[in-house]
């Protein structure tokens, strides 16, 4: 059975999670403890990733990491959700790098100032964080205007990506998707409807935490 290494506030964990769910593949949740700081472990670092990152993938002996490797790594051995031939598989591959470096990044930091930091954030920090997400929400709200998923007719590991951190609730970022970006929220219907999706809190091993700093 797979092991799947994350908590639950790890939207990067929950992407593989419902990947898995949507495959129908069980697997067992393995919890780190990142807010007290065991991905920063330096033994932690030695076995589970050297990158000192969630998730990790236990396939058997391969021990796999980054959400968007495991995603194709998943999709590609069980046949599904990688996008029909070469050009649709590059331009999956294409909208992965866009979600890791401007869609999930700038907005996982965001909500994770917000809600679970150790210290009040700078607004100024959170301001210039805002305004790189406003650019990349904008990108993926007019590409998904005119079509039902990022990539092709049907979804693939790049919806998957991509939505990762959106189905948490909004007190945690503070972000508001559903009016200012109507294909987005759109999109996200489309995606719970998916056999296999739950809510990230009740598939992911930890314990919940209430908002810290929302009023910033
Ligand atoms: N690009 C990586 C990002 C993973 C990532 O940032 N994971 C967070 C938890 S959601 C983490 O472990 N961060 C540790 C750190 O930044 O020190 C992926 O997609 O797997």
């Known amino acids: 059975m797979y092991r799947l290494h994350g ?10 999670a419902f990947l898995l769910r949507a495959l129908q593949q069980p697997f067992e949740p393995v919890f780190v403890d990142f807010m007290r700081g065991a991905t920063r472990d330096a033994g932690w670092r030695e076995t589970a990733n050297e990158m ?4 990790v993938l236990d396939d058997g002996p391969r021990r796999l990491t980054q959400s968007g490797v ?6 590609r051995k069980h046949g599904a959700f990688g996008g029909q031939g070469d050009e649709e598989q590059q331009e999956v591959l294409r909208w992965l790098f866009f979600d890791n470096h401007k869609f999930t990044s700038y907005f996982a930091t965001y909500r ?3 809600a679970f930091g ?3 954030p700078d607004p100024a920090v959170l301001a210039w964080l805002r305004s790189r997400m406003d650019v990349a929400f ?3 709200d007019k590409h998904l205007a005119s079509r039902e998923f990022m990539v092709g007719a049907a979804p693939t590991v790049a919806d998957f990506s991509l939505c990762g951190y959106l189905f ?7 972000y508001e998707v559903a009016g200012r970006f109507p294909a987005i929220a759109a999109w ?7 056999p296999g999706w739950a809510d990230p809190y009740e598939v992911l091993p930890g314990e919940r935490i209430a908002p810290k700093w929302v009023a910033v």
């Not at 000192?52 to 998730?55: D, L, N, T």
């Not at 495991?70 to 999709?75: E, G, P, V």
């Not at 948490?168 to 503070?174: D, F, K, Q």
């Open 168 to 174: 948490y609730p909004l007190a945690e970022s503070g």
């Open 112 to 114: 994770f100032m917000r």
């Open 138 to 140: 904008g990108i993926v």
């Open 52 to 55: 000192g990152e969630v998730p």
């Open 70 to 75: 495991i995603l194709t790594h998943l999709a």
């Open 188 to 194: 996200l219907e489309r995606l719970r409807a998916i």
């Open 118 to 120: 150790p210290a009040a």
């Open 7 to 16: 908590f639950c506030q790890s939207g990067n964990t929950f992407k593989v």
